[in-house]
Protein backbone atom coordinates (compact mmCIF):
# COMPACT_ATOMS: atom_id res chain seq x y z
CA UNK A 1 0.00 0.00 0.00
CA UNK A 2 1.23 3.94 -0.25
CA UNK A 3 1.89 4.26 3.00
CA UNK A 4 4.99 1.73 3.01
CA UNK A 5 6.60 3.85 0.40
CA UNK A 6 5.81 7.19 1.74
CA UNK A 7 9.00 9.51 1.87
CA UNK A 8 8.90 9.91 5.90
CA UNK A 9 8.78 6.05 6.47
CA UNK A 10 12.17 5.52 4.19
CA UNK A 11 14.26 7.79 5.33
CA UNK A 12 13.31 6.61 9.12
CA UNK A 13 16.69 5.70 10.74
CA UNK A 14 15.59 2.44 11.54
CA UNK A 15 14.56 1.65 7.92
CA UNK A 16 17.80 2.93 6.83
CA UNK A 17 19.69 1.04 9.01
CA UNK A 18 17.44 -2.34 7.62
CA UNK A 19 18.59 -1.63 3.94
CA UNK A 20 22.35 -1.36 4.32
CA UNK A 21 21.30 -5.20 5.51
CA UNK A 22 19.49 -6.29 3.21
CA UNK A 23 20.83 -7.54 -0.49
CA UNK A 24 19.25 -8.90 -3.69
CA UNK A 25 20.22 -11.14 -5.87
CA UNK A 26 18.28 -11.99 -8.88
CA UNK A 27 17.94 -15.67 -10.17
CA UNK A 28 17.97 -16.36 -13.72
CA UNK A 29 15.66 -19.57 -13.13
CA UNK A 30 12.80 -17.29 -11.53
CA UNK A 31 13.02 -14.89 -14.28
CA UNK A 32 12.96 -17.32 -16.70
CA UNK A 33 9.09 -18.28 -15.34
CA UNK A 34 7.79 -14.35 -15.72
CA UNK A 35 5.57 -13.60 -16.12
CA UNK A 36 3.27 -16.68 -15.74
CA UNK A 37 4.69 -16.57 -12.41
CA UNK A 38 6.72 -13.99 -10.14
CA UNK A 39 8.86 -16.40 -8.07
CA UNK A 40 10.83 -14.78 -4.69
CA UNK A 41 12.55 -16.20 -1.54
CA UNK A 42 13.60 -14.05 1.21
CA UNK A 43 16.61 -15.88 3.41
CA UNK A 44 16.70 -13.65 6.85
CA UNK A 45 20.00 -14.85 8.52
CA UNK A 46 20.62 -13.88 12.31
CA UNK A 47 23.56 -12.48 13.38
CA UNK A 48 24.19 -16.21 14.80
CA UNK A 49 23.96 -17.94 12.10
CA UNK A 50 20.67 -19.23 12.26
CA UNK A 51 18.40 -18.48 8.69
CA UNK A 52 14.69 -18.52 7.92
CA UNK A 53 13.55 -18.78 4.35
CA UNK A 54 10.51 -18.41 2.84
CA UNK A 55 9.59 -18.65 -0.86
CA UNK A 56 6.45 -17.80 -3.11
CA UNK A 57 5.75 -18.53 -6.65
CA UNK A 58 2.76 -15.64 -7.14
CA UNK A 59 1.19 -12.92 -5.70
CA UNK A 60 -2.18 -11.71 -5.10
CA UNK A 61 -3.33 -10.18 -8.45
CA UNK A 62 -1.17 -11.93 -10.80
CA UNK A 63 -2.63 -13.79 -13.33
CA UNK A 64 -1.76 -16.98 -11.88
CA UNK A 65 -3.57 -15.70 -9.00
CA UNK A 66 -6.51 -13.67 -9.76
CA UNK A 67 -7.79 -11.16 -7.54
CA UNK A 68 -11.55 -11.78 -6.45
CA UNK A 69 -14.09 -9.12 -6.94
CA UNK A 70 -13.73 -9.01 -2.79
CA UNK A 71 -9.99 -8.99 -3.26
CA UNK A 72 -10.05 -5.74 -5.57
CA UNK A 73 -12.79 -3.57 -3.60
CA UNK A 74 -10.43 -4.27 -0.44
CA UNK A 75 -7.83 -2.66 -1.45
CA UNK A 76 -9.77 -0.06 -3.31
CA UNK A 77 -11.68 0.60 -0.39
CA UNK A 78 -8.04 1.20 1.69
CA UNK A 79 -6.73 3.15 -0.91
CA UNK A 80 -9.65 5.38 -0.71
CA UNK A 81 -10.41 5.73 2.95
CA UNK A 82 -10.27 9.16 4.60
CA UNK A 83 -9.76 10.26 0.73
CA UNK A 84 -14.20 10.08 -0.54
CA UNK A 85 -16.61 9.69 0.95
CA UNK A 86 -18.25 6.30 1.28
CA UNK A 87 -21.60 6.81 -0.90
CA UNK A 88 -18.93 7.81 -3.74
CA UNK A 89 -16.97 4.74 -3.40
CA UNK A 90 -20.08 2.86 -3.31
CA UNK A 91 -21.02 4.34 -6.50
CA UNK A 92 -17.15 3.84 -8.28
CA UNK A 93 -17.46 0.36 -7.53
CA UNK A 94 -20.87 -0.30 -9.27
CA UNK A 95 -19.89 1.54 -11.91
CA UNK A 96 -17.18 -0.53 -12.04
CA UNK A 97 -18.54 -4.14 -11.64
CA UNK A 98 -20.97 -3.24 -14.23
CA UNK A 99 -18.73 -1.27 -16.83
CA UNK A 100 -20.78 -3.83 -19.63
CA UNK A 101 -23.57 -2.18 -18.68
CA UNK A 102 -23.54 1.49 -18.82
CA UNK A 103 -21.91 4.45 -20.32
CA UNK A 104 -17.96 5.35 -20.03
CA UNK A 105 -19.10 9.11 -19.39
CA UNK A 106 -20.77 7.81 -16.11
CA UNK A 107 -17.95 6.48 -14.89
CA UNK A 108 -15.94 9.09 -15.97
CA UNK A 109 -18.30 11.30 -13.93
CA UNK A 110 -17.85 9.67 -10.65
CA UNK A 111 -14.29 9.56 -11.00
CA UNK A 112 -14.20 13.29 -11.69
CA UNK A 113 -15.64 13.71 -8.49
CA UNK A 114 -12.51 11.62 -6.99
CA UNK A 115 -10.46 14.95 -5.42
CA UNK A 116 -6.89 15.48 -6.46
CA UNK A 117 -4.29 15.13 -4.08
Same mark, same amino acid.
Given at each position: ?????? *? %??? =??? @????? #? =?? &?????????????? !?? +???? #? $????? /?? =??????? !? /???? +?????? =?? /??? $???? @??? &? &????? $? %????? #??? *?????? %????? %?? +??????????
Amino acid at each position: MPAQLA *A %DRI =TRP @DVQSL #I =TK &VSARPNPAYTAQYP !QK +MPAK #I $TVRLK /DG =TTFSRGV !Q /DYPG +MASHPF =TW /DDG $TGKF @DQL &V &VGRID $T %DLATQ #IKD *AVRSVE %DIQVK %DL +MSLLARVPVS
